[in-house]
C-alpha cells in the first residue's frame, strides 16, 4: 500500500544571532518502511526521534533529499490517487482547521469533490460527525467554540472526508486530559474495524501495543526495531526498546 525507500531528511540548524555558522543534523537517517493494506503500524520513539518527520514525509506533506515514497508501487508523485488516499491527522488539530470557517466549511471544500448536490454533501457531513461522536449541531460551530478533544474529532472527520485508504495520525491525543485521549484512541480502534490502514505515531508504547498490528521503534533518525507487536513486547532485541518498555 504505502512504501518509504532508503529516505533521508536532513534539517539545517543556526547556532546565533552573532554566529553566522550554521550545522545540520539528519532528522531521518536511511529509513525504510512498508505499510501492507488493512494494516496498523505504530511507529513510537521519544522527542527529537524523527517519528514526524517521517510522517511527513509518507504524507506527501515534506519530500524526502534521498529515497522515495511508493504508493501502490508507484512513486506518490506519479500516483494521481495518492492525495485523496493518504491523509494525516496533526497533533495540534489547529493544523488543519481553519478558525475563520465553521466545521461545515471546513468538510465542504473536501465533500464537493465526491459530490454535487448541497443535500448530498451536507448529509455526507453529518454522517462524518456522527461517526467521530458528535452532533449534527457541531456543524455550524467555529473551532474556537470546540474543546481540543472536539476539534481532533473533527480533524479525524475530515481527514475521512475523501474515503482514504491510508490515515497517518501524528500523535492525535497529546496534550488532551486522559479521559478525552481514550475517547479518541477507542474512535481510533473503530476506524481500525472498519478496515482502515494506519500509521499510529506516538511516544507511548503500551498505547501502540493495544491499537496497532506492528510497531516500529525508531532512535536518532533510524529504524532499531520493526516487528509484530506481541513479538516485539515478549522480547525486544534492542537496548532501546527494553528502556521503553521499562516506562511501561
Request: proline fraction near 3%; aromatic fraction near 8%; hydrophobic fraction near 40%.
Amino acid at each position: 500500500m504505502l512504501a518509504a525507500v532508503n529516505v533521508s531528511k536532513r534539517y539545517n540548524t543556526y547556532e546565533g544571532v552573532f554566529n553566522s555558522s550554521d550545522t545540520s543534523f539528519l532528522a531521518v537517517n536511511n529509513v525504510s518502511l512498508t505499510l501492507k493494506e488493512g494494516e496498523s503500524i505504530g511507529i513510537v520513539g521519544q522527542s527529537g526521534c524523527g517519528k514526524t518527520t517521517l510522517a511527513k514525509i509518507l504524507a506527501g506533506i515534506i519530500s524526502p533529499e534521498q529515497g522515495e515514497v511508493l504508493y501502490k508501487g508507484v512513486p506518490y508523485k506519479e500516483a494521481a490517487e495518492y492525495r485523496k488516499n493518504v491523509q494525516m491527522v496533526f497533533q495540534n488539530p489547529d493544523q488543519s482547521l481553519n478558525p475563520r470557517l465553521r466545521v461545515k466549511s471546513v468538510l465542504y471544500d473536501l465533500l464537493s469533490m465526491r459530490y454535487s448536490g448541497r443535500r448530498e454533501i451536507y448529509n455526507e457531513s453529518v454522517r462524518l460527525m456522527e461517526m467521530v461522536g458528535l452532533s449534527e449541531d457541531y456543524l455550524d460551530r467555529y473551532p474556537v467554540e470546540l474543546s481540543g478533544g472536539q476539534k481532533q474529532r473533527v480533524s479525524i472527520a475530515r481527514s475521512l472526508a475523501l474515503e482514504p485508504e491510508v490515515i497517518i495520525a501524528d500523535e492525535p491525543v497529546s496534550g488532551l486530559d486522559v479521559s478525552v485521549q481514550a475517547q479518541i484512541l477507542n474512535l481510533l480502534a473503530e476506524l481500525k474495524g472498519r478496515g482502515i490502514t494506519y500509521i499510529f505515531i506516538s511516544h507511548d508504547l503500551s498505547v501502540v501495543s493495544w491499537l496497532c498490528d506492528r510497531v516500529v521503534v525508531m532512535y536518532a533518525g533510524e529504524i532499531v526495531e520493526d516487528g509484530e507487536v506481541e513479538a516485539v513486547m515478549r522480547s525486544p532485541k534492542h537496548e532501546y526498546t527494553k528502556k521503553l518498555m521499562v516506562l511501561l
